[in-house]
């Protein structure tokens, strides 16, 4: 395992986590002492109106109803800006998605994607990922609704490395259910003219990006992250990709989580320096 990078005066001393989907700033946990005891300045925005935490959220999933990807790129767009310099921004899942569009909207000295979720362009659409989503994709009326994962589905799409138990343990702690109105906007965005769900992928401004995908994740395969890299292609900016063996969609705290964060850290500011 890699030592995670110490903080210098050069470098980016502030790092952004985003979660995705079906989560909250709790996934980080692990991430957060680690790069703070490494001497960075971690900063895990919830998505806006997930504030009241994972328990509250479990019993009233109301304040997900009807969650715009804009009004969540927005909201972390604004934390961002009011740092007195550009962090290091790291987002998983749906989070991938939104750090790619923070970094096109030019926030950012640095970005990870992990396990992200596709923005409009990429139409790679493996069978795992409709299975995992379509509880929710098969009826247009939980557009406006939170889209639910029983303990089962989750399994199955998000903790697949570990045991039914193990998972379990993870749901009851960790999960949320997600915004039926954010899903949709994803899974339609190439069908959307104007998607919220967009970047400039020829934009040669745009800060350096890594992705991280694992070979093990069901519901955001690899071969999506591969293909979403390959449109950047005609873009001058930085972008890279590593695929890690065995990893599933819970790589952020799926045992081994430490060498993926150091990975991620790493990279981040090197790539962060050297654009510097």
């Known amino acids: 395992m890699s030592a995670t990078v110490q903080k210098t005066q050069t470098q980016p001393d ?12 709790r996934s980080w946990q692990g991430w957060i002492d680690r790069f703070t005891k490494a001497g960075y300045r971690v900063i895990a925005p919830s998505w806006p109106g997930l504030e009241v935490g994972v328990e509250a959220l479990q019993k009233d999933p109301t304040p997900l109803e009807n969650l715009r990807v804009k ?4 909201h972390y767009e604004r934390i961002i800006r009011a740092l007195p310099t550009p962090p290091i ?9 939104f750090v790619q569009m923070l970094l096109d909207r030019g926030v950012g000295a640095a970005g990870v994607a992990i396990h992200s979720a596709p923005v409009k362009g990429v139409y790679t659409l493996p069978f795992t990922t409709i299975k995992s989503t379509a509880s929710t994709l098969l009826n247009p009326a939980n557009v406006n609704r939170p889209a639910p994962m029983t303990p089962e589905q989750f399994h199955y799409a998000f903790t697949n ?8 343990e993870v749901y009851r702690t960790q999960y949320v259910p997600g915004s039926g109105r954010a899903l949709f906007q994803g899974a339609l965005a190439n069908l959307t003219p104007h998607s919220e769900v967009t970047v400039n992928l020829k934009n040669d401004e745009r800060a350096p990006l890594l992705f991280l995908s694992g070979d093990s994740d069901i519901i955001l395969p690899a071969k999506i992250q591969r293909e979403n890299v390959k449109r950047y292609a005609k873009s001058k900016a930085v972008t890279e990709y590593v695929e890690l063996k065995g990893r599933s969609h819970y790589t952020v705290a799926q045992p081994g989580w430490e060498a993926v964060a150091d990975l991620a850290l790493n990279w981040a500011t090197e790539h962060a320096t050297v654009r510097s």
């Open 161 to 168: 490395t570990l045991t039914q138990e193990e998972s379990d």
């Open 71 to 74: 009004q969540i790129v927005d």
């Open 14 to 25: 502030t790092i952004v986590l985003v979660h995705g989907m079906w989560m909250t700033p």
């Open 89 to 97: 921004l790291m987002g998983h899942s749906y989070g991938g998605a």
